[in-house]
């Protein structure tokens, strides 16, 4: 690519050729058929459970965040296949070739949490299997204060898989196509055979998926529904922006479109519904609704299965954490200054980051995954959304100067290389969803704000998204 500034171009952003554009429809939904089978997708429908929804209503507010998520992924993916760039390069159309780096630090903030929370699946995996061969480790000294939440074992096993994964950044992406592999065989197999164990176990389907509903009213049931929904979408949010990381290797706008619809809603209803069925059968069998998976494999008597099962998930989920949580992210740290920063450079930054988002705090229950994580970012994700869509499809119809989304001095420079138009407009989506986020981690007392200002927090990613949206388009009608 010629007349490129060296401070917006690296090998790593630059356009991908026709010729290397090899990504079909098969291969899209092998992603994400990949991507939904992980512990957080099993974590995320019986979450639901343990809230108190059934089987039916868990699964359809699953499949009906899954649908409406889809969306945002298929539109922005659109300039992904059509030019061939990452995600951070296509925020400059919008944002500025400077102000492109809100957006990608907001994202790769997000990714850093989600690699957290991953790595500290995978490693309290390897501790529940040593722990079944070696059950003092559970008594250790402890040696972090109270206030961190965390055992000194399992912070140990945290630890060594975190360096494993930062070695397999060291060692590069390609080995990570060994991992899917693995990964697509086994973990299916794993969560079938889970399926049986629980049908079984819980006397057949009949008991299991008779369990009610908690709720004894329906205006119990919509206040639990629409922020779970607002969960549902949040929980692929960060996939929604980066997702022409992606579809920048498509052969056709056909395949990215067909290949996600193909696998992403069905997958994750798939894979959710054994996790609300394993959920459910865990009340009747133990007495007690167990949600975390890996605490429910840890019940089991069996040490070689408890060990086969804690190694797949730690495989697996090191497969998963590489593609999902290191890829983008490093792209977007390498938009920060792509001469300095690779992708090693990126992985390594996200690695320690997501130590100190505490990701066991995140996951600690039920409603901190939804209320606290989920809903949160997806508050700052959504207005994102909401501008790069209507600058891509409403103000710019869809075309972009690829020469100038690498150039300081170009239609994307806007102002110093911030356009403050799409500024305000995130800042506009942001504010609405803030005060319900303070009440919803109790910094302040929810009757600081009017309940239906402290309520809008339940739909976090529209609001955001619809405000954001709206004051862009408003701002930028006039302008190109």
């Not at 920060?336 to 992708?343: A, C, G, H, T, V």
């Not at 090693?344 to 705090?361: A, E, S």
Request: charged share 10%.
């Amino acid at each position: 690519m010629q007349n490129t500034n060296n401070k917006l171009y690296s090998e790593d952003l630059a356009p991908i050729s026709q010729s290397q554009r090899t990504w079909n429809t098969w291969n899209y939904a092998a992603l994400w058929i990949s991507m939904s089978l992980c512990i957080p997708t099993y974590m995320l429908a019986s979450s639901l459970i343990s809230g108190g929804m059934n089987w039916w209503q868990a699964i359809l507010t699953i499949f009906i965040g899954n649908t409406i998520v889809l969306i945002p992924m298929i539109l922005n993916g659109h300039a992904g296949a059509k030019y061939g760039i990452p995600f951070p390069v296509l925020a400059r159309a919008s944002f500025g070739v400077a102000g492109a780096n809100i957006p990608a630090m907001l994202r790769a903030i997000v990714a850093c949490g989600w690699f957290g929370i991953q790595t500290w699946i995978g490693g309290y995996a390897l501790y529940l299997m040593f722990k079944v061969w070696m059950p003092a480790i559970e008594t250790w000294p402890q040696i972090f204060p109270a206030s961190f939440g965390l055992q000194t074992a399992p912070a140990l096993f945290f630890f060594l898989f975190w360096l494993l994964n930062m070695y397999v950044v060291y060692l590069g992406v390609d080995i990570i196509k060994k991992l899917l592999v693995f990964k697509a065989f086994f973990l299916p197999a794993a969560a079938l055979a889970l399926l049986f164990w629980a049908i079984s176990a819980g006397n057949g389907l009949g008991p299991i998926l008779s369990q009610p509903s908690k709720f004894a009213t329906a205006a119990q049931f919509w206040d639990y529904f629409f922020p779970a929904l607002t969960g549902m979408v949040g929980f692929w949010a960060t996939l929604s922006l980066n997702i022409p990381d992606f579809t920048r290797y498509a052969v056709s706008q056909r395949a990215q479109v067909t290949g996600q619809a193909i696998g992403l809603p069905p997958s994750m209803t798939l894979f959710s519904f054994i996790g609300v069925v394993v959920t459910s059968a865990t009340f009747i069998i133990y007495g007690e609704t167990i949600w975390d998976p890996l605490v429910l494999a840890g019940k089991f008597e069996s040490k070689l299965l408890v060990s086969v099962a804690m190694i797949a998930v730690a495989i697996s989920t090191l497969a998963t954490n590489i593609a999902a949580n290191i890829v983008s992210p490093a792209n977007d740290f390498a938009n920060l200054s792509p001469s300095k920063i690779n992708f090693r450079t990126g992985g390594y930054i996200t690695g320690v980051l997501g130590i100190l988002i505490f990701p066991w705090k995140l996951i600690a229950d039920p409603t901190g995954y939804i209320f606290t994580w989920l809903i949160a970012y997806s508050s700052l994700l959504g207005p994102i959304g909401g501008i790069m869509i209507v600058d891509y499809f409403f103000i710019r119809k869809k075309e972009l100067s690829l020469i100038d989304l690498y150039q300081t001095q170009g239609a994307y420079t806007y102002n110093n290389g911030f356009n403050r138009a799409a500024v305000v407009a995130l800042l506009c989506g942001i504010a609405p969803n803030v005060p319900g986020f303070l009440i919803a981690i109790n910094a302040i007392n929810k009757n600081s704000f009017p309940e239906w200002i402290a309520h809008l927090y339940n739909y976090a990613w529209f609001v955001g998204f619809a405000v954001a949206g709206i004051v862009y388009w408003g701002m930028m009608k006039n302008r190109k």
